[in-house]
C-alpha cells in the first residue's frame, strides 16, 4: 500500500497533466504548459500523514491493548515441537551460495533503487510525456506485483533464480540503450516505441524485483543473521547503483534529456 496510495494520490492529483502551446515568435516552437492540479501539495501530503497516522494507530492498538490479547492463543507444547521440526531448515546454505546470493541482492538494488530512478527520463521521456507519466507512476506498482508472486511462490530454484536475473539485466541493458541515445531512441515517435519500451520498463522491475525477494527468503530461512546482511546489501546496491547513475549523469554528462513538447528530429 506504501507504494500503491502514493501513485493513486497522484493520478487523483492530476500532476503531471500538460498541453503544448506554440510560440508566437514565428520559430515554430512549443512549449509546455502545466495544467492546475486538483488539489494542492498540501492536501497530497495531509492524505499521506493520514495514511500513516492511521497505520500507527492501527499498529498501537495491536500491541499494547486486549485486542491483541485476545487473539492470543495457547498451544500446546506438544504441537510446538512439531511446528518446529516441520519448519526446521533441511540443510544450511554453502558460503559460496550465501555469497553468490548476497552479490545477487546488491547487483539487482543497485538497479532498482540506484539506476533506474536516476535515468527514467531519459528512457521514458523522449516517447512522449504520457509514456513518461505512465512509466514513473506505474512503476512503483510493480513492487506489489512482486510481492503477490513472492506469496504465491516464495521459493525457487537457484537456477531460474539466475534466468530471471539475467532476463532483468538484458530489459536493463535495452534501457539503458535508450538512455544512452536518448533523445532519439529506437523507434521514438511510433506507438510500438512507446508500447515497448514502457512494457521493457515495467519488465525490468519485476524481473529483478521477484529474484530479490527469493533471495531474501532464502537467506531468511537459512541464516540467522541472513535478513540483517540482506538489508546491508540492499543499501550497499543502492548506493553503488547511485554513485555511478550520478557519474554517468552529472560528472560525464553522458545523456541528453529531451524536454516536453520539445520538437527534436532525429
Not at 225 to 251: C, D, H, K, R
Amino acid at each position: 500500500l506504501n507504494s500503491i496510495l502514493p501513485s493513486v494520490l497522484a493520478i487523483a492529483q492530476g500532476n503531471g497533466r500538460i498541453y503544448c502551446v506554440e510560440l508566437t515568435n514565428r520559430t515554430n516552437e512549443t512549449t509546455a504548459v502545466y495544467q492546475t492540479a486538483r488539489f494542492s501539495v498540501s492536501v497530497y501530503f495531509l492524505c499521506l500523514f493520514t495514511l500513516f497516522t492511521i497505520s500507527f494507530i492501527a499498529f498501537v492498538l495491536l500491541q499494547w491493548t486486549s485486542i491483541a490479547r485476545k487473539s492470543h492463543q495457547v498451544v500446546p507444547e506438544t504441537s510446538l515441537e512439531i511446528m518446529n521440526t516441520n519448519h526446521k531448515p533441511q540443510k544450511s546454505l554453502t558460503t559460496s551460495t550465501y555469497l553468490l546470493l548476497s552479490l545477487g541482492c546488491t547487483y539487482t538494488s543497485s538497479i532498482l533503487f540506484g539506476m533506474l530512478f536516476s535515468v527514467a527520463t531519459y528512457v521514458l521521456m523522449p516517447y512522449g510525456h504520457e509514456i513518461f507519466y505512465l512509466g514513473t507512476i506505474i512503476s512503483p506498482w510493480m513492487f506489489t506485483i512482486v510481492w503477490i508472486i513472492g506469496i504465491i511462490k516464495p521459493i525457487i530454484a537457484k537456477r531460474y533464480l539466475l534466468i530471471l536475473i539475467i532476463l532483468g539485466s538484458i530489459t536493463f541493458v535495452f534501457d539503458m540503450i535508450a538512455t544512452f541515445k536518448s533523445p532519439c531512441p529506437p523507434f521514438v515517435g511510433t506507438t510500438k516505441g512507446s508500447i515497448l519500451i514502457l512494457i521493457i520498463w515495467l519488465s525490468t522491475y519485476i524481473l529483478l524485483g521477484y529474484p530479490r525477494l527469493v533471495i531474501a527468503n532464502y537467506v531468511r530461512i537459512y541464516s540467522t543473521n541472513g535478513m540483517f546482511w540482506f538489508g546491508a546489501n540492499v543499501q550497499l546496491g543502492a548506493l553503488i547503483g547511485s554513485i555511478v547513475a550520478y557519474l554517468l549523469v552529472e560528472t560525464f554528462s553522458l545523456f541528453r534529456e529531451r524536454k516536453a513538447c520539445e520538437q527534436v528530429i532525429c
